[in-house]
C-alpha cells in the first residue's frame, strides 16, 4: 500500500483505535468460548441432530470471530453528513462486525447497507458522505497509513485507482486474498445482487469473476442467512489446486461453512475407466438426456395376460387389455420408481373394484395387501421391471441395436459408436465406469427416482468447461436454490463444454438467469492482455478485446532459444524473475514440466510441483505447474516454456494457451524453440 500523507498524530490516533476494536473482538470471542452450549436431553434423533446443530453453529461462530493475524480489522471509514445514520458520524468499515459489549458497534461489516457508499459514492452521487478514507496495512496487518477522498471539494480523480493498483501488484505469498477493501462498482453490482435470479457473469482472464463469486457468497450468507444455512451453500471449482488456492478467502471474511469440492467430488461414484476425448464429448452432450429416457422407458413391456387374484374360493380377473391401458396411461406420466408402485396399486384398485361389484366393502388395507400379492408382482415385474441406472448404462453401452434403437436421430452413427464399449463387461454389475458415467448414471437415478435437490446456493466457477450432462446434475441438487455461473467462453478447454451461456443456464435448470458481462482486467497488464487476446479471433471469435486497467513496465519478455539450450533459458528466466518480489511459476505442457522441474532444482532453485499438495503455492516461492492445472490461478511473474507444444498437447491447446498466458500479475517471460502459433508471431 502507498504510504499516505497523514499527520503522525492523527496515524496514532488511528492505531489507537484498530487496538481497540481489536481487544473488543478479543472480549467477543472470550464470551462465546464461556458460553454455554444448550443441550436438550433425551437420545432419540431429533434431540440428537438439534444438539450436534447447536454444538455446530457454536464452533462456527467462534471460528468465525478469531482474530486472523495477517487480515486488517478494518480497511476503510466514511465520515457522513450529521444525522444520515442514527447516533454516528463516522462509520468504519471492515471483514466483520465489531462491537464494544455495549452494543456500540466499533466495526462495521462491508455487507451492511451503510458500507455501500464505501464502494459505490461517487463526487457526482455522494450519497450524504463527506470523507472516504482508505488505510494502508503491512503484511502482518500493521497500520501504516490512510489516505483520504473528500467526496465535498473538488474531484481529486485516481485515488481509489492508486490504491487498487497497489493492491493488486502487492506482491503474491501465498493463496488468494479477499479484495473486500478495494471491490470496483460493477464488481459490487454483482456481489451484491440479489439471490434470485441466478447470475452468470462472464469475464476475461483476471476481470475478477472469482474474487466476485467468493464475496458474494459472503454477501448472501449476510443477507440470507437462515435460508441458506438450510440447503447450503456449495462452490464447485475445476480442481484440488484451484480450491487450495482460494480455500482462505471465505474464512478471511468469516465464512467457514462453506463447502469448495471440484465437481467430482459431488458425485461420489469413483471413475474407475477413462473414456477417450470424442466418447466424453458425446456423453457430456445433451443429446444424451433424450437418449436415457428412450432407454429407460424401453424396458417398460406390454402385459400379454392379466391379473388373476384369488380370495377364498372367489377369483378376480384384471384382463390383459385392461392392464394395458393401465400401463399406458402410467407410461411417461411419472417418475419410473413411482409408476412401478402406481401400476401395482392401480392393478390392485381394479380388483377391488370388482370385490366391491360383488358387495364387498374392502378398505385401503385390502387394496395393499393386493398390491403386495404374488399375482400382482408377477405382472409388475415383467411388464414394469425393478431398474438401477447401472443395469441401463450398460445396456446402452453395450447393446449397439439396443443404441441404435434409443439413440434415435439424436446420435449419429459415429457418435454410437463412440459410445460402445470396446470390451463390454460381462454384467452391470462389474462395469467400470469413467468419470462421464457418473453424469448419465445420475440422470439415471433422477429418472427412476426423483430427487430433492436442496441446495440454497451453487458456485460453478470455470464452468465454460462443464458438459451439459454435468449441469444438469448440478441443476437437479438446486432445483429451489439459485446459481452464480463463472466463466469464460475464451477458456474452454474440454472437449465437452456445453457451449454459449444461455445454454449453460438451460441446462442447470436457470433459464430465468442473467448473463452479465466484466470487461475491466485487473489481473493482468494491458500488454499482456492484448498480446493474449491475438488468439482471440481463433479460439471466441465473438468476444470482444479485453483491457488492461494497467500498464507495467518490460511486462512482456520473448526469448527464443535452441531446443538444446531451451532448459538453461528456462532456468535463467525463473532465476532474473526470483530477482524480484513475489510469485513465480514456471508453466509448460503436462508431459515436459516434469523434465523442466527437474532442471530447475538441479540448478539449485527449491521449485516445488502444482498438483502434488495443497500447500504447493505456499511452500516455495518458485512453482511448476502444469499447464492442465494452471486455470484460474496467478503468480507475480510467469514464465511460460515452449507454447507450441501446450498447444499440440490437446485438441483446444490454444484454449490452453490462453489459460496459460494470462496468468501473470506483472511479468510474462516466454521461453521457446520452436515457433510460436502463428497469432503470437511478433
Ligand atoms: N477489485 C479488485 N481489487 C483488487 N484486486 C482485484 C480486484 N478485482 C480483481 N482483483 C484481483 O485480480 C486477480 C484476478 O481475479 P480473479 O482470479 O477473481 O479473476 P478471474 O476473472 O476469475 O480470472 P480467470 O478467468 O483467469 O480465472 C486476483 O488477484 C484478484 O484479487
Not at 467462534?62 to 493475524?69: F, G, H, Q, S
Not at 447450503?232 to 489446486?241: A, C, D, L, T, Y
Not at 411388464?383 to 447393446?399: C, M, N
Not at 471466441?540 to 520473448?558: E, N, S
Amino acid at each position: 500500500m502507498p504510504e499516505a500523507p497523514t499527520g503522525p498524530v492523527e496515524l496514532d490516533s488511528e492505531r489507537a483505535f484498530l487496538g481497540e476494536a481489536q481487544a473488543a473482538l478479543a472480549r467477543m470471542y472470550a464470551d462465546v468460548l464461556v458460553r454455554d452450549i444448550p443441550v436438550i436431553g433425551g437420545e432419540d434423533n431429533d434431540e440428537r441432530f438439534t444438539n450436534e446443530a447447536n454444538q455446530r453453529a457454536h464452533e462456527q461462530r467462534t471460528l468465525a470471530l478469531v482474530d486472523l493475524p495477517d487480515v486488517p480489522l478494518f480497511f476503510g471509514r466514511l465520515d457522513y453528513e450529521h444525522g444520515t445514520i442514527d447516533g454516528m458520524d463516522r462509520i468504519y468499515i471492515g471483514r466483520r462486525h465489531v462491537h464494544d459489549g455495549r452494543g456500540e458497534p466499533l466495526v462495521i461489516d462491508w455487507r451492511a447497507p451503510v458500507s455501500v457508499p464505501f464502494y459505490r459514492a461517487t463526487h457526482a452521487d455522494r450519497q450524504r458522505v463527506l470523507l472516504r478514507r482508505r488505510y494502508g496495512f503491512s503484511d502482518s496487518a500493521e497500520l501504516t497509513g490512510f489516505e483520504d477522498e473528500p467526496m465535498t471539494g473538488p474531484d481529486s480523480h485516481g485515488q481509489g485507482d492508486t490504491f487498487l493498483r497497489a493492491e493488486i501488484e502487492r506482491p503474491r505469498t501465498g493463496p488468494m486474498r479477499d479484495i473486500v477493501a478495494t471491490i470496483q462498482p460493477e464488481q459490487d453490482d454483482l456481489v451484491r445482487a440479489p439471490l434470485h435470479p441466478s447470475i452468470c457473469i462472464q469475464g476475461a482472464p483476471g476481470t475478477g469473476k472469482t474474487a466476485v463469486g467468493l464475496h458474494r457468497v459472503a454477501y448472501l450468507l449476510y443477507t440470507e442467512r437462515e435460508r441458506l444455512r438450510r440447503g447450503g451453500v456449495v462452490i464447485v471449482g475445476p480442481n484440488r489446486s484451484f480450491l487450495a488456492y482460494i480455500r482462505k478467502v471465505l474464512p478471511a471474511l468469516g465464512e467457514v461453512d462453506v463447502r469448495q469440492i471440484t465437481i467430482e467430488e459431488l458425485f461420489t461414484r469413483p471413475a474407475e475407466a477413462i473414456d477417450s476425448p470424442e466418447t466424453a464429448r458425446v456423453k457430456g452432450d445433451g443429446r444424451m438426456s433424450a437418449v436415457l429416457v428412450r432407454a429407460l422407458w424401453s424396458f417398460l413391456g406390454t402385459p400379454t395376460e392379466g391379473v388373476l387374484y384369488s380370495k377364498g374360493a372367489q377369483r378376480f380377473r384384471v384382463h390383459d387389455y385392461q392392464a394395458q391401458e393401465i400401463v399406458a396411461a402410467l407410461r411417461g406420466s411419472t417418475g419410473y420408481a413411482a409408476g412401478r408402485k402406481a401400476l401395482a396399486q392401480r392393478l390392485a384398485h381394479a380388483v377391488l373394484v370388482m370385490m366391491e361389484q360383488r358387495g364387498e366393502s374392502p378398505d385401503d388395507r385390502v387394496q395393499n395387501a393386493v398390491a403386495r400379492s404374488k399375482p400382482v408382482k408377477t405382472l409388475v415385474d415383467s411388464v414394469w421391471p425393478k431398474l438401477v441406472a447401472e443395469q441401463v448404462l450398460h445396456r446402452i453401452l453395450s447393446d449397439a441395436e439396443f443404441l441404435a434403437q434409443v439413440a434415435g436421430d439424436d446420435l449419429t452413427a459415429a457418435e454410437q459408436a463412440a459410445l460402445l464399449w470396446a470390451k463390454p463387461a460381462r454384467g452391470w454389475k462389474s462395469a467400470k465406469w469413467s468419470p462421464a458415467d457418473a453424469f448419465l448414471l445420475d440422470e439415471l437415478d433422477d429418472l427412476i427416482e426423483r430427487r430433492a435437490g436442496s441446495l440454497g446456493h451453487l458456485v460453478l466457477d470455470e464452468a465454460q468447461d462443464l458438459s451439459a450432462m454435468q449441469l444438469r446434475a448440478l441443476g437437479r441438487r438446486c432445483r429451489t436454490g439459485s446459481a452464480t455461473v463463472l466463466g469464460d467462453v475464451a477458456q474452454a478447454t474440454s472437449p465437452w463444454a456445453a457451449g454459449a451461456w444461455d445454454r449453460v443456464l438451460g441446462h442447470l435448470d436457470k433459464a430465468d438467469g442473467q448473463v452479465v458481462e466484466l470487461n475491466r482486467g485487473f489481473r493482468v497488464p494491458e500488454q499482456i492482455i492484448k498480446f493474449a487476446a491475438r488468439l482471440l479471433p481463433q479460439i471466441a471469435p465473438a468476444l470482444g478485446v479485453p483491457t488492461g486497467v494497467r500498464t507495467v513496465a518490460d511486462a512482456l519478455a520473448v526469448v527464443r532459444t535452441d531446443a538444446d539450450d531451451l532448459a538453461a533459458a528456462v532456468v535463467e528466466a525463473c532465476r532474473t524473475a526470483l530477482a524480484r518480489e513475489g510469485s513465480v511459476a514456471l508453466i509448460a505442457a503436462d508431459d515436459q514440466i516434469g523434465a523442466l522441474q527437474a532442471e530447475l532444482v538441479g540448478a539449485g532453485l527449491q521449485a516445488g510441483l502444482v498438483g502434488d499438495s495443497d500447500d504447493a503455492m505456499e511452500a516455495t516461492r518458485l512453482v511448476c505447474v502444469p499447464a492442465t492445472l494452471a486455470k484460474g490461478l496467478e503468480f507475480d511473474t510467469v514464465v511460460v516454456a515452449e507454447p507450441a507444444r501446450i498447444v499440440a498437447a490437446e485438441a483446444r491447446g490454444l484454449q490452453r494457451l490462453y489459460v496459460v498466458l494470462t496468468r501473470a500479475v506483472s511479468r510474462l517471460y516466454l521461453v521457446h524453440s520452436a515457433p510460436l502459433p502463428e497469432a503470437l508471431q511478433l
